[in-house]
């Protein structure tokens, strides 16, 4: 069904490159990322000399959201995909994509990360075995690779002007440093152990700064009164007090968890495109929690 609504798709795409594509389309060099968030970082290395196309809106579900075909034809007009890597949704539409467009460049930003598999997501009272973490843009040390890959990526597109994306990619990299280390000055202070956290898309922070991410949603889904029961449980032993939820995913279990613990419900957006700030924020609310 998919790849027959794809072939309609494609023959639309070629017919509406034939016909409507302006001289001025084609003038910008565009290239797609998955979420806003790396928008931030294609836009900061690339500088004016690429527009950034971004495939899922933040109102969009990272787990789940399927493009529209409008969005595809946008996708198809890109020099090259910068894909996370590990998204669900990227390992459904990539390849269709990739056999859409063969002309498309696709770079894997999540290359020579050391990835988070399974069994370091720990759901309260087990341990959950399943596929690798795709969150790898919510922690300054693995946002450094994606960025060293992305001026790779960038330097293959347009060599001619590697000298400007390096320059650019420098201070990028300072400017995560700084991310970094604020973030361990505001965590050091506070004695913080960990939080929960109803869609665990904070491991690879927690595993950056020594801190606990106990996951409330069970595979995918709202747990169980049984897993519930052994969350307050975890949660009391741990003395953990922060309950971290987006506003892209359900949250009634978490309320409940946080008025049984007396714990503080913290909404963050995990696509915020203001990520510098972001990142600062999630640590200060983890720090204000354990100091209360
Ligand atoms: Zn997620």
Known sequence: ???RIFIAIL???VFAACTTTSEKDSDVRTVTVSILPQKTFVTA??????????????EGN?????PTSKQMMETGKSEAYFALGHLDFEQNWLRKLAQGYPEMKIFNTAEGLDLIT??????????HQGGI???IWLSPSAVKIQAANILNGLIRLDAGNSAYYTENYNSFIRMADSVDSEIRQILEKSGAGGFMIYHPSLGYFARDYSLQQIAIEQEGKEPSPTYMKALIDTARIRGINTIFVSSQFSTRSAHTLANQLNADVVEFNPVDPDWAGSMITIARRIAEASNK
């Open 11 to 13: 023959t639309f795409a």
């Open 118 to 127: 399974g069994e370091e997501i720990v759901h309260g009272d087990h341990v």
């Open 133 to 135: 973490d795709p969150h």
């Open 45 to 58: 290395i690339a500088g004016d000399k690429f527009r950034v196309n971004v495939l899922i809106p933040e």
């Open 62 to 66: 990272h787990e789940t959201y399927e």
């Open 1 to 3: 069904m998919k790849s």
